[in-house]
């Protein structure tokens, strides 16, 4: 019977995540958060503040985004590179940026990581490898926000609320238990996962662990990761300084990465478009109890979105040139 009760609830629980990932119960929630955002704001003082702005700082700020966007191809390309996959700079600019673009900017149900990966590779090791090399990425981009967040927060503690500062303790912990248990379980190949694989993905998931050890046992590499993940996040939380002063709002380094980096993990979510709504209300939260006003907040974080808008304009033109063709079939 509990067999027969879970055959049963398959079908209901597949309806169920269809609705939960479909686009358009995305678009409703990005709208509907949106809209509680709106309610908070003062449209009059948000409209002195872009008339009285100063565009140099925003000009600044974008800058520094792009600079972010190098340091994070330069930080991907030593990953493909250990892993056996060399692509020409160009071709893993045009990859990257169209990643970036479409990822953040298009109503899509599929990430910029997976659009990223499968832009190189669609099928076999290849695929395998690039994949991983994606999810290092990701994770040393993880470390790298994290790690900024507390040095920023041990030079300036000041600067950052006790909420966020709780929020960031919490969120170290669980980033780090989790982290650490993915890590264990993929490196020493537990008998539990090897029984709950497929046969046909069992040489996909002896690849991908040789791969991750060849990663974790590379001093040298790890160093580079860290490093270039400290400089991304460094970057853009310099950008959010910049965008507050382009408003003539006083945004300490502190609290702007400490803020970054619990605004990335809470838009990690995947309840809205290219995470608005959920980030302007967190980003309101979090600035608030900073004493930074509901409409200067919202302010913040829709002009970084403006800001990397204008940063990955590059993607959207290798989007609308060259479409989404593997760039190594190109190469081959």
């Known amino acids: 019977m509990p067999a027969d009760a879970a ?9 169920t995540r269809r609705i939960v990932e479909s686009v358009w119960v995305r ?3 990005t709208v509907a958060l949106l809209g509680v955002v709106a309610s908070r704001i ?3 003082r948000l409209g002195t503040r ?3 702005g100063h565009p140099l700082d925003f000009v600044v700020a974008v800058a520094l985004v792009l600079a972010s966007l190098v340091v994070g191809i330069w930080r991907w390309r030593r ?3 250990d892993a056996g996959v060399v692509l020409p700079v160009s071709r893993l600019v045009r990859v990257y940026a169209i990643a970036i673009f479409s990822g953040t900017f298009l109503p899509t149900t599929v990430g910029g990581d997976v659009t990223r990966t499968l832009l190189i590779a669609r099928r076999g090791p290849t695929l395998t490898r690039v ?6 990425d990701r994770a040393g981009g993880l470390v790298g926000m994290i790690g900024i967040a507390w040095i920023a927060f041990a030079a300036k503690p000041a600067s950052v609320p006790a909420n966020a500062q709780a929020f960031l303790t919490w969120a170290t912990v669980a980033i780090a238990l989790a982290s650490g248990v993915a890590l264990v379980a993929v490196l020493r190949g537990s008998a539990l996962i090897r029984r709950v694989t497929p046969e046909r993905m069992r040489a996909t998931l002896r690849h991908s662990r040789a791969l991750i050890r060849s990663y ?9 990761v860290l490093v270039s993940s400290l400089a991304f996040q460094a970057l853009v939380a310099l950008q959010l ?3 507050g002063r382009a408003i003539d709002v006083h945004l300490p380094f502190a609290t702007a990465a400490v803020a970054l980096a619990l605004v990335t993990i809470v838009t990690l979510i995947p309840v809205s478009i290219g995470g608005f709504g959920v980030r302007e209300g967190t980003y309101v939260i979090l600035l608030g109890a900073a004493s930074i006003g509901a409409t200067d907040a919202t302010l913040i974080s829709l002009l970084s979105v403006a800001a990397l808008f204008l940063a990955s304009l590059p993607g959207a033109f290798f989007l609308a040139h060259s479409g989404l063709a593997p760039a190594l079939h190109e190469v081959a």
Do not use: E
Not at 131 to 136: D, H, T
């Open 50 to 52: 872009l008339r009285h």
């Open 131 to 136: 994949s991983m090399s994606v999810l290092v």
């Open 79 to 81: 990953l493909l590179i």
């Open 241 to 243: 300084v910049f965008l």
């Open 7 to 15: 055959r049963a609830d398959r079908p209901r629980l597949q309806r």
């Open 42 to 44: 003062d449209w009059a």
């Open 216 to 224: 974790v046992t590379d001093p040298a590499l790890l160093v580079v």
């Open 27 to 29: 678009v409703f929630v």
